[in-house]
């Protein structure tokens, strides 16, 4: 085993796309569990105890996380390499500090693309590399997020990026996707735009997914409910305006911008959660009809 990747329950949005990333360098990768860790314990303490390096994804939740201090505790004791990637600006509480105070860091709250390079660079120095990921579209229908990953990695062409990824996503095998249009840069993957605006009930955006642009789902007038990942972090301008149908919306905490007019024209909308950086925009975000609509405000991700 090449890297553990540990996080803390509520980081899953951080920790997909990290995984996928060096897997898509090469890197073999266990990790922390996305539920199950206590009746899994066994497993994890052989994963850490034949990784060569450790990786912790390091957001405001470590620092509460009783299972990340126990597995972080394991890793240094058992001497490994461990590597902090800093996707939120925090420090280290007092029952981290001890085992990460002299640790190499990575930066990537400021700039997440060049803090996934800077981290396979790390992995890098202490792992070689397996070998170059076999590219099938049979992979590709694994998961979103190793689709991006694989595509960043092996192709420098932007434009044959987005076209390799709608043409795999597009599949009559991944029907959920068919409406959607993508584009994808550097570690990065948005919704440009969806079809299908006829379309009724849930809509699912895929994991994965960091932006949705403007006007991407603009008077999909049947759509009651939009499901969006932990891993999104923008919402453009008018992105879900005029979706007349939708009665609530969840926005995931890890969402630093939203455009203005994001929800206007959602005549029955009446609850919406929200991080709280957002309660001075409500009107720009959601328009005329802010008043009517019950908010709550969460700055921590929901599992």
């Known amino acids: 085993m090449d890297v553990y990747v540990c996080f803390a329950a509520g980081d899953e949005g951080y920790a997909r796309p990290v995984i996928a990333a060096l897997e898509a360098g090469g890197y073999s990768c266990a990790s922390s569990f996305f539920e199950g860790r206590e009746e899994r314990a066994g497993e994890m303490l052989k994963n850490i105890a034949t990784s060569a390096v450790f990786v912790l ?54 700039d997440l693309g060049k803090g996934m390079r800077e981290l396979l660079e790390a992995v890098g120095r202490y792992v070689r590399p397996a070998g170059e990921v076999r590219e099938t579209e049979e992979n590709y229908k694994t998961t979103s997020v190793r ?24 599949s009559p095998a991944i029907p959920e996707y068919n409406p959607m249009e993508f584009e994808v840069g550097e570690f990065t993957c948005s919704i440009r735009k969806y079809r299908n605006t006829s379309r009724g009930g849930l809509v699912r955006i895929p994991s994965g997914f960091l932006s949705v642009r403007a006007r991407a789902f603009e008077n999909c007038g049947s759509v009651t409910r939009f499901e969006l990942p932990l891993s999104l972090r923008k919402i453009g301008r008018r992105a879900f305006a005029g979706c007349k149908s939708l009665t609530s919306v969840s926005i ?11 929800f206007e024209g959602c005549i029955q909308l009446k609850e919406a959660v929200l991080p709280s950086r957002f309660a001075p925009k409500l009107r720009k975000i959601f328009g005329s009809r802010f008043q009517s609509v019950r908010f709550e405000f969460s700055d921590r991700a929901k599992d």
């Open 57 to 110: 994804i390091t957001t405001a939740r470590v620092n509460d996380s009783d299972y990340v201090v126990n597995e972080v505790s394991l890793a240094f004791d058992r001497k490994k390499p461990i590597i902090a990637m800093r996707v939120e600006d925090v420090l280290f509480g007092d029952n981290l500090l001890y085992f990460m105070n002299r640790k190499h860091r990575v930066e990537a709250f400021a």
């Open 252 to 262: 995931p905490a890890g969402v630093r911008k939203i455009g203005a007019g994001a």
């Open 147 to 170: 689709e991006i990953g694989r595509i960043v990695r092996e192709t420098e062409d932007v434009g044959k990026k987005a076209s390799r990824f709608s043409e795999l996503m597009t």
